[in-house]
C-alpha cells in the first residue's frame, strides 16, 4: 500500500521523536501523540486521574448526550488516552516480542510484519508497513500497575467501572465493551472475573 492512501482504522507513523496516528478510514484527524491536534476532529480527552471516583472530565464531555451515542465518546476518549503506550509500543525496546508475515489486513494480497510486543504493564501488537508506519490491532492490560483513567485500576468492581465510565454500548457474559462507532472504528473492552476488573483490552478495526 503506498504511502497517503487512506488505509482502514488508523496507524502511526514515526518521524525522528514523533509519532502521529491517521485515524479511521476516511483519515479523519492526525493526531500527535504529545496530545497536540494537528488537523481534524479531535477524541476527548480523559484527565490523569480525578480527585473524586468519578470521572468528572467524561461527564462533561458527554454532556447532553445520552444511551449510545455516551458510550462512543467514551470508546473515543478511551483510545485517545492510550496513545502514549502506542508511541512506547512502537518505538521503544520491549521485554519481548515477536515477529510473524501476515497477510495485509486491507486484503490487497500483500504481507506485513506483524508485530507483539510485552512491556511491564501492558502488551500490544501491531502492523508495521514497508514505509515504516505502524498499524495497531490491539493492546491490553491486566496489571495493577497499568495506569487506567479517571482512578480506574484492575481489581476493582464492575459496579465502580460502570459508575465511572457509564452504560456500555454492549455487554456480554462478563465483559462490558465501549465502541467508538461510526468511521472511527474501534472498541475498549472491561472483562471480569468474579465481579472484579481482570483485564482490559483496545482492539482496534484493521479492515
Known sequence: MANGQERTSFATTTTGNNLTMHLSMKVVGIISFSGAIIMGAP?????????????????SLNDGES?????????????????????????EKPEKSSMSRVQDPSGDGSELDFHKVQFGSFQAGFYRYPDGTAMPSELSTTSITFNLPCGLKVGQAQKKVQAVLGTPTQVQQESFIYGTGGDQNGEVIFTFKRGKLSQVMWAYDTH
Open 43 to 59: 477524541y476527548p480527552a480523559f484527565a490523569s486521574g480525578p480527585k473524586s471516583t468519578t470521572c468528572e472530565l467524561v461527564s
Open 67 to 91: 444511551g449510545e451515542e455516551r458510550s462512543h465518546s467514551t470508546a473515543r476518549a478511551l483510545i485517545k488516552y492510550v496513545e502514549k503506550y502506542w508511541d512506547v509500543a512502537t518505538s
